[in-house]
């Protein structure tokens, strides 16, 4: 790791997330936390990235970032070879850190669902999947409108507010009151919205029998995409970690990018 002089170490910075969103509320198939590196790394600068793509890691090397920080965990799936253009080893051969905050970060207070409900204007009411019941965290959460919409004009709120090349809609029955949303692939979640008596759910990566599933309760579902309902946690990590540690310097990559256009 390159020598610099802030006294701001890796652990002082997971401390201060372990705070936040506690790793310890992750999923069991998950991988959060220090990924690459270790606690007693200097850091000086921190590349946030939704995903550390190979883009988004040469643009660390390049530029002289000790640590990325994403939302989704460079090591998910077991590696079975260690090929140099594998994210992973590119930021070990090269002396960068890498931490995760996933799913731990998805079920915290104000995680990615919460930075939804407040993108759109909106005030959460509870959560909609409590998945971790001692700590009262969980998956989604539910608000109430004071006036009801329409499904397009929920749409098209939801399209300029988390920045989406486009949504996929399937309008419900009635004018929308009550709704649900989840981040990233949270087509499971339509279920518990219907549940909890929604109008209307907001998501991403909609299966296909999760679309026919609300098609038949009556239900209106954005799909607002993986992508665009999570790339929100680069801001909001930029904001509270520049706020705490003035000394370090927190670039939002410019490689954090949707992989691929509508055409």
Known sequence: MENHSSSLNLKEIYDFLD????????????????????????????????????????????????LVLCHHPVIFHPLKNLSPNNPAVKLSINNKCMLALHTNFDCADYGTTDIMVSLLGLKSEGILNVEFPQQNKGYGRICTLREGISPLSLAEKVKQAYNCQKVRLLSGKTD??????????????????????????????IKHDQWIDALNYGITVIDAGHFPTENIFCAYMKKVLSEKFPQAEFVISKNSVEPFIFV
């Open 19 to 66: 705070k936040l969103a506690p790793f310890s509320i992750c999923d069991s198939y998950d991988n959060v936390g220090i990924l690459v590196g270790e606690k007693t790394h200097k850091v000086k600068k921190v590349l946030i990235a939704l995903d550390a793509t190979v883009p988004v890691v040469e643009q660390a090397i390049d530029e002289g970032f000790d």
């Open 176 to 205: 929308i009151k009550k709704i649900a949303l989840a981040s990233g692939g949270s087509g499971s979640e339509i279920k518990n919205a219907i549940n909890h008596g929604c109008d209307a759910f907001i998501g991403g990566d």
